[in-house]
C-alpha cells in the first residue's frame, strides 16, 4: 500500500504541475490521504517522500535548464539579507525539505480526517469482548 501512495502522489503531481499551480501536489497528498488512508505515519513517509522527490527532480530539471542562473541568483539575494553565505545547493535542498515536509503532513493530514480513533476503539472492544454492531 506504501508503493501505491508513493507512486501515485509522485505521477500524479508531475502531471498536474504541468498543467495548474505549483501547490497542487499538496492538495494531491491529502486526497491521496483520504482515500487511501491506513496509518499516519505511513501516509506521512509516503507523502514525503513522494512531494520530496518529485519537488528534488523538478528543481534539478529547471536548474540545468538555465543553467543556474536563477538559483544563484535568488541564493545571492538571501545571502544579502540574512547577512549570511547561502549556495544555490543550499538553497535546493531546502527547497527540497521543506516540500517534503508539507507533502508528508498533508498526506498525514488526510488520514487524520478518516481515522477518528475507532480503530483504537474496535481493538480495545475486540480484547475485552467480541464486538456487536447495535442496529436500531
Known amino acids: 500500500m506504501f508503493f501505491i501512495k508513493f507512486f501515485s502522489i509522485l505521477l500524479l503531481s508531475f502531471l498536474c504541475t504541468l498543467f495548474l499551480p505549483w501547490y497542487f501536489p499538496f492538495i494531491i497528498c491529502f486526497a491521496i490521504g483520504l ?73 498525514m493530514a488526510g488520514a487524520m480526517i478518516m481515522d477518528d480513533g475507532s480503530r483504537k476503539r474496535m481493538r480495545k472492544a475486540n480484547k475485552n469482548r467480541p464486538y456487536k454492531m447495535k442496529l436500531r
Open 35 to 107: 482515500i487511501l488512508s491506513n496509518l499516519q505515519g505511513n501516509n506521512f513517509i509516503a507523502g514525503s517522500l513522494g512531494v520530496g522527490l518529485f519537488w528534488l527532480i523538478y528543481i534539478l530539471y529547471l536548474d540545468f535548464g538555465n543553467q543556474h542562473l536563477l538559483s544563484q541568483k535568488i541564493a545571492h539575494l538571501f545571502s544579502d539579507s540574512l547577512g549570511t553565505s547561502i549556495s544555490s545547493t543550499l538553497l535546493i535542498i531546502i527547497t527540497t525539505i521543506l516540500g517534503a515536509l508539507l507533502g508528508g503532513l498533508s498526506c
